[in-house]
DNA sequence: AATTGTACCTGTCAGC
DNA sequence: TGCTGACAGGTACAAT
């Protein structure tokens, strides 16, 4: 489910909501989705949240006992600040009871999400951040190098969606927004990157910027699953040119979409704006 | 090196 | 109605 934009609404929504609130207790409603040292969920009490940030599509919530608790949402997974009587989820894995009688509540059907406690003096780096790439939107992320980042793999013969959604080459990217970029700008998603032209490589870069940012103001996109901290849709999905939409006319062209696989995932793309 | 298959889970939907 | 298989926003790993 949530790629970049939807991690990065979540994340903004509790930076608002969750601040300064203390974990009172906690419960764990499936011990699968907790990851890190196991006897360690009583050493959160007491403790406040004083940030939350974001890495690619993982939510790193600190806390001011020096604790962390890292989040991955993977396909199905929520995070939602809710009053203590909502009534509870039958795929509510994890519950922070907080003092201001608020929960913050882990929910995933699937169970491949989980959250991972990084203990304060534990090891200094955390290996699921490391070797991610860059952040596509970060500040000093430019056109040039986004261009040195391609230039690196211009010998290679894989699919550009391919890199697109490799993590370790730029973080936060997931198969819709690949999709959507792709399309924005004129690409086909099973052009081996060694193909790409110059100028091609160049459009992929403001599609990508773009694209997120114009997500991230809609707060996302919600097919079925995903919500905002405070249980919100995302509207993105309206705005969606491709994704999720085989058969319908290009907004571009007129053309059918058509989907097909690629790099293992349903890929939707317009047969005529993308070459 | 890169792709494909498999696995992790649960749910939905299309087709028969 | 009910069964079966495909598919789903992610990623790690093994096999090819």
Known sequence: MPELPEVETIRRDLERLAVGRTIVSVDLGWP????????????????????????????????????????????SGRLILVSAPTPVD?????????????????????????????????AQT????????????????????????????????????????????????????????????????????????????EGIYPAMREILMAAIERRGTTFSLYVDAEGRRGDYLDRLKVYGRRGEPCPACGRPIEKIKVAGRGTHFCPRCQR
Request: no cysteine; net charge positive.
């Open 90 to 122: 039958k795929h509510t894995r994890l519950i922070f009871v907080l003092d201001s009688g608020d929960q913050l509540r882990f929910i995933d059907m699937r169970k491949f999400g989980y959250v991972k406690l990084i203990e304060s003096g534990g």
């Open 32 to 75: 699968g989705s907790l990851k890190g040292p196991g006897a360690g969920l009583n050493r959160l009490r007491g403790a406040r949240f004083i940030g939350f940030k974001r890495r690619a599509k993982m939510l790193l919530i600190e806390l001011d006992s020096g604790d962390r608790l890292l989040v991955h949402l993977k396909m």
């Open 126 to 201: 955390i290996p699921e951040l490391e070797g991610l790439g860059p952040e596509p939107l970060a500040p000093g992320f430019s056109a040039e190098d986004w261009l040195d980042l391609l230039a690196a793999k211009k010998e290679s013969r894989r699919t550009i969606k391919s890199l697109l959604l490799d993590q370790s080459f730029i973080g936060g990217l997931g198969n819709i927004y690949v999709d959507e970029i792709l399309h924005s700008a004129g690409v086909h998603p099973q052009r081996p990157v060694s193909s790409l032209r110059t100028g091609e490589i």
